[in-house]
Nanobody, 126 residues
Framework: QVQLVESGGGLVQTGGSLRLSCAAS????????VGWFRRAPGKDREFVSA????????LYADSIKGRATISRENAKNTVALQMNSLKPEDTAVYYC???????????????????WGQGIQVTVSS
């Protein structure tokens, strides 16, 4: 059984920080591309960030580049997304997702990922 669970969301003021975490069971994150996506109110789900096998490479959407860091804690089988200098437009439900093991993927595409968490709310107040 594969299960991804997000945590660390909540309410933060503009300019604040949050650290999201995605914990996995039934899947080894270190051999999977792991991505973060978000869905803002009234908008489609969009790409935020991704990390490659064994943290080999990272990718950030232009909207979050310079304000976020994605990282792995393989001993805990988790992937984290640290977000700083948050803006109201960062308000969304954030989802983590995993691609199949060792697969080369289009990293910003939702179609590349087969396992998804339920999402967690991030609200940035102005």
């Amino acid at each position: 059984q594969v299960q991804l669970v997000e945590s660390g969301g909540g309410l933060v003021q503009t300019g604040g920080s949050l650290r999201l975490s995605c914990a996995a069971s039934g899947v080894t994150f270190s051999v999977r591309e792991v991505g973060w996506f978000r869905r803002a109110p009234g908008k489609d789900r969009e790409f935020v960030s991704a990390i490659g096998w064994r943290s080999a490479s990272t990718l950030y959407a232009d909207s979050i580049k310079g304000r976020a860091t994605i990282s792995r804690e393989n001993a805990k089988n988790t992937v984290a997304l640290q977000m700083n200098s948050l803006k109201p437009e960062d308000t969304a439900v954030y989802y983590c997702a995993a691609a199949p093991p060792y697969k080369m993927v289009v990293r910003s595409s939702m179609n590349s990922y087969t396992d998804w968490g339920q999402g967690i709310q991030v609200t940035v107040s102005s």
